[in-house]
T-cell receptor, first 115, second 114 residues
Framework: NAGVTQTPKFRVLKTGQSMTLLCAQD?????MYWYRQDPGMGLRLIHY???????AKGEVPDGYNVSRLKKQNFLLGLESAAPSQTSVYFC??????????????FGPGTRLLVL | KNQVEQSPQSLIILEGKNCTLQ??????????LRWYKQDTGRGPVSLTI?????NTKSNGRYTATLDADTKQSSLHITASQLSDSASYIC?????????????FGTGTRLQVTL
């Protein structure tokens, strides 16, 4: 199993450009998440999905959109990139369990620089 | 506001020595506490998950403790190795209706040297 993979690994954008980050998991997990990690701050949740066709806002959703058309894929879109969106983006996935002790599996991250 | 605070911010130890990392939290209602290891340039990897009723859990040379009364946790690393050099992140899960709501600490950066 590849686990959680992210594409691309690194990207440079100019302010105002758009792009889509792709996350894929092959573990048949129900839940998927997008986080951003900034220096001196803990990971912050952008959006998440509890199943195919459903998405929800996290802690810092502004400026981002997401889609979960297939169970294994979770896309994060930036419609008009801003320098404040320079960050490392991590995707994660978990099983859906009633005990909520599920392990989160993270992807390797996408480094985004917005000039 | 839910918070997770970790100390120290960074730590340098000699190979073979033990060390203990601290985590204090104010997350409520509490569901579970997790420790992750994050190597430079990689995603976090889960080390342990502890619920309210568990006060210790081990994963090889890593032992996590939890005191739910004082809202404190520690991660003890025994006989450190160079490969232990990484950031260690404490994460507290809040009880919610569906997906867990996690609050991440900023991490302790550990460097193990010869």
């Amino acid at each position: 199993n590849a686990g959680v993979t992210q594409t691309p690994k690194f990207r440079v954008l100019k302010t105002g450009q758009s792009m889509t980050l792709l996350c894929a998991q092959d573990m048949n997990h129900e839940y998927m998440y997008w986080y951003r990690q900034d220096p001196g701050m803990g990971l912050r949740l952008i959006h998440y999905s509890v199943g195919e066709g459903t998405t929800a806002k996290g802690e810092v959703p502004d400026g981002y959109n997401v889609s979960r058309l297939k169970k294994q894929n979770f896309l994060l879109g930036l419609e008009s990139a801003a320098p404040s969106q320079t960050s490392v983006y991590f995707c994660a996935s978990t099983k859906a369990t009633s005990g909520r002790q599920e392990t989160q599996y993270f992807g390797p991250g996408t480094r985004l620089l917005v000039l | 506001k839910n918070q997770v605070e970790q100390s120290p911010q960074s730590l340098i130890i000699l190979e073979g020595k033990n060390c203990t990392l601290q985590c204090n939290y104010t997350v409520s209602p509490f569901s579970n506490l997790r420790w992750y290891k994050q190597d430079t340039g990689r995603g976090p990897v889960s080390l342990t998950i502890m619920t309210f009723s568990e006060n210790t859990k081990s994963n090889g040379r890593y032992t996590a403790t939890l005191d739910a009364d004082t809202k404190q946790s520690s991660l003890h690393i025994t006989a450190s190795q160079l490969s232990d050099s990484a950031s260690y992140i404490c994460v507290v899960s809040e009880k919610t209706g569906t997906a867990s709501k996690l609050t991440f600490g900023t991490g302790t950066r550990l460097q193990v040297t010869l």
